[in-house]
């Protein structure tokens, strides 16, 4: 069972320390425990990122957030019955109590069912020139430009890989046989992919390219841009979707505006409060989504179409597109600057001390 110790937190700790107990602990969750060690609620990435949608700050306290009726079980019941449950009710993790309520383990459904693959396919847009990259990409495609010795796009798969995910379809254009050459059949990746071409002439946009898919998604598929390196967790953002019968889901990042002056408000023609410097903060699309196959559906055929006008689509027709924010660590490289800050990042974010660091 997994260390149950890493997981526990105060109701009083903040929901930045909940987050980093999530992501330092295997099983993805806190369990919140009064001075006893007796079970008060449990967290997940999910109700972190719901509790942030409504407003929340991470400088609150862990009990805003925590889900105070979790699912339980107990230390007398029959582990048979345990993962039962946690199978009917896709419950990935479930707190063992004595009879005194107080957390003595922790079971995940991972290491009850030893977890296969994920179907779900993964859908990377690597068609783009990368124009404010040049002079790097006049010879490269954006995605293939290296970060610590390897390709942007080398890090997304290989990432997506140790996550499960091994069924890739990546678009191409411009200087496309690079793309390809690199990566084949993926199979050195312990991945299958496979290429969309769009015409170099025409380009798609950031969704257009979808409807060259040979077929059509039998699961829930992921969209990312090829020039993204993050640590998202990607069954999270899965389960995340699945929980809220989502049709699509947009991954989002907050972004601070302040205000370089003291804004006046008025009451009428009164004056009422001087705020001084304010930040605004606004979610802004972060280039990772999930959709449904019938979502998919809707991208027309061979027509330039861009994501935000399918999640306008959706939301025009009333179907349900949902989001979710992103906590973890992301960067868009679409600058030098970016190039050069994801290079400076890469040894503390994603280098496990395995592999060779270029000098």
């Given at each position: 069972?997994?260390?149950?110790?890493?997981?526990?937190?105060?109701?009083?700790?903040?929901?930045?320390?909940?987050?980093?107990?999530?992501?330092?602990?295997?099983?993805?969750?806190?369990?919140?425990?009064?001075?006893?060690?007796?079970?008060?609620?449990?967290?997940?990435?999910?109700?972190?990122?719901?509790?942030?949608?409504?407003?929340?700050?991470?400088?609150?306290?862990?009990?805003?957030?925590?889900?105070?009726?979790?699912?339980?079980?107990?230390?007398?019941?029959?582990?048979?019955?345990?993962?039962?449950?946690?199978?009917?009710?896709?419950?990935?993790?479930?707190?063992?109590?004595?009879?005194?309520?107080?957390?003595?383990?922790?079971?995940?459904?991972?290491?009850?069912?030893?977890?296969?693959?994920?179907?779900?396919?993964?859908?990377?847009?690597?068609?783009?020139?990368?124009?404010?990259?040049?002079?790097?990409?006049?010879?490269?495609?954006?995605?293939?430009?290296?970060?610590?010795?390897?390709?942007?796009?080398?890090?997304?798969?290989?990432?997506?890989?140790?996550?499960?995910?091994?069924?890739?379809?990546?678009?191409?254009?411009?200087?496309?046989?690079?793309?390809?050459?690199?990566?084949?059949?993926?199979?050195?990746?312990?991945?299958?992919?496979?290429?969309?071409?769009?015409?170099?002439?025409?380009?798609?946009?950031?969704?257009?390219?979808?409807?060259?898919?040979?077929?059509?998604?039998?699961?829930?598929?992921?969209?990312?841009?090829?020039?993204?390196?993050?640590?998202?967790?990607?069954?999270?953002?899965?389960?995340?979707?699945?929980?809220?019968?989502?049709?699509?889901?947009?991954?989002?990042?907050?972004?601070?505006?302040?205000?370089?002056?003291?804004?006046?408000?008025?009451?009428?023609?009164?004056?009422?409060?001087?705020?001084?410097?304010?930040?605004?903060?606004?979610?802004?699309?972060?280039?990772?989504?999930?959709?449904?196959p019938a979502a998919v559906e809707l991208v027309p055929s061979g027509a330039t179409y861009d994501m935000p006008a399918l999640f306008e689509r959706l939301a025009r027709e009333r179907r349900f597109a949902s989001v979710f924010p992103i906590t973890e660590y992301w960067l868009d490289i679409g600058r030098m600057d970016d190039l050069n800050k994801a290079n400076d990042d890469y040894v503390r974010e994603f280098w496990t001390g395995e592999e060779h660091l270029p000098e």
């Amino acid at each position: 069972m997994s260390n149950v110790q890493e997981t526990l937190v105060a109701p009083t700790a903040s929901i930045k320390d909940v987050i980093e107990t999530i992501e330092r602990a295997v099983a993805k969750v806190a369990l919140v425990v009064d001075g006893n060690g007796r079970l008060l609620g449990t967290v997940t990435d999910g109700d972190v990122r719901r509790g942030l949608l409504k407003g929340l700050q991470i400088t609150d306290a862990a009990s805003a957030i925590m889900n105070n009726k979790p699912r339980v079980a107990h230390a007398s019941d029959d582990p048979a019955a345990i993962v039962d449950m946690m199978r009917r009710n896709i419950c990935r993790q479930v707190p063992i109590l004595d009879s005194e309520g107080r957390v003595i383990a922790l079971r995940t459904l991972e290491e009850a069912l030893q977890v296969p693959r994920r179907a779900n396919p993964v859908f990377l847009m690597a068609g783009g020139r990368g124009q404010r990259l040049r002079p790097l990409t006049d010879d490269c495609p954006k995605p293939m430009l290296r970060i610590a010795g390897r390709p942007i796009l080398q890090i997304i798969v290989e990432n997506m890989v140790q996550q499960g995910f091994n069924d890739f379809y990546i678009s191409v254009n411009y200087k496309r046989d690079l793309v390809r050459q690199h990566f084949g059949d993926g199979s050195a990746w312990g991945a299958r992919i496979r290429y969309v071409e769009e015409e170099e002439s025409s380009p798609l946009g950031t969704a257009g390219a979808l409807s060259l898919i040979p077929e059509k998604p039998k699961h829930s598929m992921i969209v990312m841009n090829g020039d993204i390196l993050t640590k998202v967790a990607f069954g999270s953002l899965l389960d995340f979707h699945h929980e809220h019968g989502s049709e699509a889901t947009m991954c989002v990042r907050d972004y601070f505006v302040q205000v370089p002056y003291g804004v006046v408000e008025l009451d009428d023609y009164r004056l009422s409060e001087i705020v001084e410097k304010p930040v605004h903060r606004f979610l802004v699309n972060a280039g990772i989504y999930v959709l449904e196959p019938a979502a998919v559906e809707l991208v027309p055929s061979g027509a330039t179409y861009d994501m935000p006008a399918l999640f306008e689509r959706l939301a025009r027709e009333r179907r349900f597109a949902s989001v979710f924010p992103i906590t973890e660590y992301w960067l868009d490289i679409g600058r030098m600057d970016d190039l050069n800050k994801a290079n400076d990042d890469y040894v503390r974010e994603f280098w496990t001390g395995e592999e060779h660091l270029p000098e």
